[in-house]
């Protein structure tokens, strides 16, 4: 990845690999330095970081219920962009 150019969409491509430690030390300077600048990132790696949270809390806690599971992978397998607010 170790590219010149690390703009908004490579800092999004590689957001998964860097929430998960995936990355080479180069390459998550590269994606953190990227979220410490760019303000519209930084929001949605904000939000991926506390949705991984809440998946890792409710998968050690109880069950989401059959209405929550089905809406979020209705929403997960639905195309184009996430419902406004």
């Known amino acids: 990845m170790s590219d010149p ?8 491509d590689h957001l998964y690999d860097y929430l998960d ?5 180069a390459d ?16 949605f790696f904000d939000f991926e ?4 949270r ?3 809390a409710r998968r050690r806690g109880e069950h989401a219920s059959p209405e929550l599971r089905r809406r979020i992978l209705d ?5 184009g962009d996430p419902p406004a607010p």
């Open 5 to 12: 150019v690390f703009d908004c969409r490579a800092a999004v």
């Open 21 to 25: 430690g995936e990355l080479t030390t």
């Open 28 to 43: 998550a300077d590269l994606v953190r330095a990227h979220l410490e600048a760019c303000a519209h990132c930084f929001r």
């Open 49 to 52: 970081a506390a949705f991984l």
């Open 54 to 56: 809440f998946i890792e």
């Open 75 to 79: 929403q997960l397998l639905s195309e």
